[in-house]
């Protein structure tokens, strides 16, 4: 099956930083997504990204299909943007999840 | 508009219990998900439905069960509860069936004693 592999699994940042997660997969797909599960468990979809880039405020994800993996960059940080960030990924009728990166930012 | 809905949002049972958690989606979305989430797996698809049909299926055993009602609010079953069921499940709907955009609900926390 489909392996998911994200790093870095651990990021301690102060506010106002900037970072960028990476996602790698291990086959093709034709869905990718990210989301960021807050403190207390909600997951949000920040992105539904299988090929491109996108932008969404002070977030945007690039995949590059072709060489299997994905970024996530976020600028800025945030308290807010504590949390753990997945990527999952699929190519029939399921997703495959990342163990996620868990970012710490600090006031 | 309103998102994913999940109750109960905690609850605790016994061993041997069963369990029926509920999801309803947003409006206007036909397929919702299943998804366990425990610190030792991670997240790890349970099924799907859309329209009412199970369309596909993770690798889990019977104890663990779904359905969809015509409204397309959906349940899922755990019966003869395991210490090792005690996790996170998470809802989510989409638009269309496969592993389309997700939405998720806040989830329901379940411990087994």
């Known amino acids: 099956g489909i392996q998911v592999e994200q790093s870095p699994p651990d990021l301690i940042l102060q506010e106002g930083a900037n970072s960028t997660l990476r996602c790698n997969f291990s086959?093709?797909?034709?869905?990718l997504q990210w989301f960021h599960q807050n403190p207390w468990g909600q997951l949000i979809n920040l992105f539904y990204?299988?090929?491109?880039?996108k932008q969404n405020g002070r977030l945007s994800a690039t995949t590059v299909a072709t060489e299997r993996y994905s970024l996530l960059y976020i600028s800025s940080s945030q308290t807010t943007d504590s949390g753990v960030y997945f990527c999952?990924?699929?190519?029939?009728?399921?997703?495959?999840w990342g163990a996620g990166t868990k970012l710490i930012i600090k006031p | 508009k309103a998102g994913v809905t999940q109750t109960p949002r905690y609850l605790i049972k016994t061993r041997g219990q069963q369990v029926t958690l509920s999801c309803s989606p947003i409006s206007g979305h036909r397929s919702v998900s299943w998804y366990q989430q425990t610190p030792g797996q991670g997240l790890q698809f349970l099924f799907e439905y859309f329209s009412e049909t199970q369309r596909n299926k993770g690798n889990f055993p019977g104890r663990f069960s779904g359905r969809q009602f015509s409204n397309s609010r959906s349940e899922m079953n755990v019966s003869t509860l395991e210490l090792g069921d005690s996790a996170l499940y998470l809802c989510?709907?989409?638009?269309?069936?496969?592993?389309?955009?997700?939405?998720f609900g806040a989830g329901s926390r379940l411990t087994v004693l």
């Open positions: 086959d093709s797909v034709n869905n």
């Open positions: 990204i299988p090929s491109g880039t």
């Open positions: 999952a990924v699929g190519s029939n009728y399921q997703l495959i």
């Open positions: 989510a709907s989409s638009l269309l069936t496969g592993a389309n955009v997700l939405t």
